[in-house]
């Protein structure tokens, strides 16, 4: 299985600031074939489900606020809030598709 | 609006059986796949489980295989996990989530709420 690993576990950001977070993976989440990263990412709130952020490593969603952006390729990933918000506290999961099981990193808690 | 739906949650015995269901509104449910996704209390996020469009093609996470058996009802919109042999390490909340049409494997870009299982004597 790939393993996820997502660094910090926790970061407390000022509001307007910046916050990044890294995702690595065991393998490679590149598929050669079509050259894109089988690599999502997920905010949850508390005592919600996941919402999609992230696809395609850097493909925002529909609805998703621009501040949220996807970079990295292969087996470093980066997810970046650009100017945090108050509603942007929640914990962060990377996951990659590209292989099953698809897999998960363990998350990273976000707070002002 | 799409909408996903969980339901059969509940408390029960170690090596107790309980069959979830999730049912999909909104959008074509035959021609997604369709998977189910746990939570342990204050953990992260593991893949349990996943079934193709018509319910010819299934997979499990080795953790589960043998013991869960997942199916869907087209007609009826509703997807299924039927859990047996239930070990303290299956409580969990288990949320159903809609795959990218044609993708096997892929991002979720719809969750339900979320059912909590509760394996306890």
């Known amino acids: 299985d790939i393993v996820m690993t997502q660094s910090p576990d926790s970061l407390a950001v000022s509001l307007g600031e910046r916050a990044t977070i890294n995702c690595k993976s065991s393998q490679s989440v590149l598929y050669s074939s079509n050259n894109k990263d089988y690599l999502a990412w997920y905010q949850q709130k508390s005592g919600q489900p996941p919402k999609l952020l992230i696809y395609?490593?850097?493909t925002r969603e529909s609805g998703v606020p621009d501040r949220f952006s996807g970079s990295g390729s292969g087996t470093h990933f980066t997810l970046t809030i650009s100017s945090l918000q108050a509603e942007d506290v929640a914990v962060y999961f990377c996951?990659?598709?590209?292989?099953?099981?698809?897999?998960f990193g363990q998350g990273t808690r976000v707070e002002i | 609006e799409v909408q996903l739906a969980e339901s059969g949650g509940g408390l029960v015995q170690p090596g107790g059986s309980l069959r979830l269901s999730c049912a999909a509104s909104g959008f074509t449910f035959g021609g997604d796949w369709m998977h189910w996704v746990r939570q342990a209390p204050g953990k992260g996020l593991v893949w349990v489980s996943r079934i193709n469009d018509d319910g010819t093609s299934t997979y499990y996470a080795d953790f589960v295989k043998g013991r869960f058996t997942i199916s869907r009802d087209n007609a009826k919109n509703t997807l299924y996990l039927q859990m047996s042999s239930l070990t303290a390490e299956d409580t969990a909340v288990y949320f159903c989530?809609?795959?990218?049409?044609?993708?096997?494997?892929?991002?979720?870009?719809?969750w339900g709420q979320g059912i909590p299982v509760t394996v306890s004597s």
């Open positions: 989530a809609r795959g990218k049409p044609g993708y096997s494997d892929s991002w979720y870009d719809y």
């Open positions: 395609w490593a850097s």
């Open positions: 996951q990659q598709y590209v292989s099953a099981p698809q897999t």
